[in-house]
């Protein structure tokens, strides 16, 4: 008789619980808030989705750069002068002239000696916080930090010592416990993109210093709209010069994709050879680096459009707080409201209900939010019209009032 063969554990197993629950979800009969299809986008704040003009207030547009002029022609050109992609790592056959632009405009745009351009954002805290942080090594990060800030922490294999969100004196106690000769890397966020809120760098970055830490502070959402220069919130807080590394992605204000790493840490070029996930990748195509460099040099010059986008935030989250909906946080401090609602059913509900109104925003639920934390996210644009922002606060009543999600 023949052996049997053993029964594998099935590798799908471990997400049977998460299975279970969505199906529940979907079986309820609402839409999938993660498989929207963009059938056409006519402008940065609007698209169509299934057949219907919808505005968009869940991108990362914040600065309303995908459909300007000059971006697309920069790409138009560089398409086809260069090809489509570059077929190559970037320590190969992958540094073309655009990538050494693009890393120009960046070094101008910061006033920093080194620029690092990625493939993605998340490659860039992937690869950073995993070269930088190895074995032996602490990183010491803010308990909602971004997923790629976490998985450079496995990467590298580094010890990861969390705190409370925004907590000053839980980092502190935090950095008085570590061995005092261990290496150690603080990370830290501008702006935290589920909440909206933004962190206490000026008090953070000065503490981290003292214990000896170097300091990563990751500007995602911030680019391009905090700070006389718009180099984020190290810079509006009078802070930056003390911040070792700057992460950045051209996935959100910069209007198109790929990150990078700025700094004036003298050895900076070295990491280029040794950080695995800028090394064993492909370069960005010389289309999106073109686009990015012109994208991040109209950016210096975007003074009334951070100005807007300012006020927008600032309408909209005073709008919505009027009409009963329970913001993440007391004022507007970023271009990100979160509107808190009580349980999956309801978020899931008013989003549906938001979207049949002809506006699309991003349901957010752990383990992108904290735990039991279900919110609407709703993201402004510079190029959203005051007009538009109070059409959103119009769709929001009527939404809110459709589901029960106010009175
Ligand atoms: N850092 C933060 C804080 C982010 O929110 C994101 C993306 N949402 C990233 C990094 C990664 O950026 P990218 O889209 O360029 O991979």
């Known amino acids: 008789m023949e052996a049997e063969t053993p029964q594998a554990r099935d590798l799908f197993a471990k997400f049977g619980p998460l299975m279970a629950e969505r199906d529940r979800l979907l079986d309820s009969g609402v839409r999938d808030p993660f498989a929207i299809v963009m059938d056409e986008v006519k402008s940065p704040t609007e698209a169509v989705i299934d057949g219907k003009d919808t505005i968009l207030l869940g991108t990362y547009n914040y600065m309303g750069m995908t459909f300007d002029p000059d971006v697309i022609q920069a790409g138009k050109d560089a398409l086809e002068k260069f090809g489509a992609g570059t077929t190559g790592s970037r320590v190969l056959n992958g540094t073309y002239v655009g990538h050494m632009a693009c890393e120009e405009a960046l070094k101008e745009f910061y006033g920093m000696d080194h620029a690092m351009v990625f493939s993605t954002g998340y490659q860039a805290n992937l690869g950073i916080v995993s070269t930088l942080a190895g074995k032996g090594d602490y990183v010491i990060l803010d308990a909602d930090s971004h997923a790629s800030i976490y998985d450079g922490c496995f990467l590298g294999n580094a010890e990861i010592v969390r705190f409370r969100h925004n907590n000053v004196e839980n980092l502190e106690k935090r950095l008085q416990r570590l061995p005092p000769e261990a290496g150690k890397l603080v990370v830290l966020e501008g702006v935290y993109s589920m909440l909206g809120d933004i962190a206490p760098l000026d008090v953070m970055v000065p503490l981290a210093k003292q214990y000896g830490a170097m300091v990563l502070v990751d500007e995602a959402h911030s680019m391009g709209f905090f700070g006389e220069q718009g180099r984020g919130v ?39 050879l040794v950080c695995r996930p800028y090394t064993f990748t492909a370069s960005l195509p010389p289309s999106v680096v073109a686009t990015a460099s012109t994208s991040i040099r109209k950016l210096m010059h975007a003074g009334n459009k951070r100005a807007h986008l300012w006020e927008n935030s600032k309408r909209l ?5 009027d009409l009963g909906f329970k913001l993440a946080t007391d004022e507007p401090e970023s271009a990100i409201l979160a509107v808190l609602l009580p349980d999956q059913d309801t978020a899931v509900r008013m989003w549906q209900s938001l979207l049949e109104h002809g506006l699309y925003v991003n349901m957010a639920r752990p383990p992108a939010t904290p735990a039991g934390v279900y919110l609407l996210r709703c993201s402004l644009c510079a190029e959203h019209t005051t007009e538009q922002v109070e059409q959103i606060l119009g769709m929001f009543a009527a939404a809110g009032r459709a589901t029960g999600a106010i009175d």
């Open 234 to 272: 190290a810079e509006a807080q009078g802070v930056i010069d003390d911040v070792d590394f700057i992460i950045g992605t051209f996935s959100k204000s910069v209007g198109t994709v790929g990150g990078f790493c700025v700094s004036n840490h003298a050895k900076t070029e070295f990491l280029r």
């Open 317 to 321: 989250h005073r709008g919505l707080r």
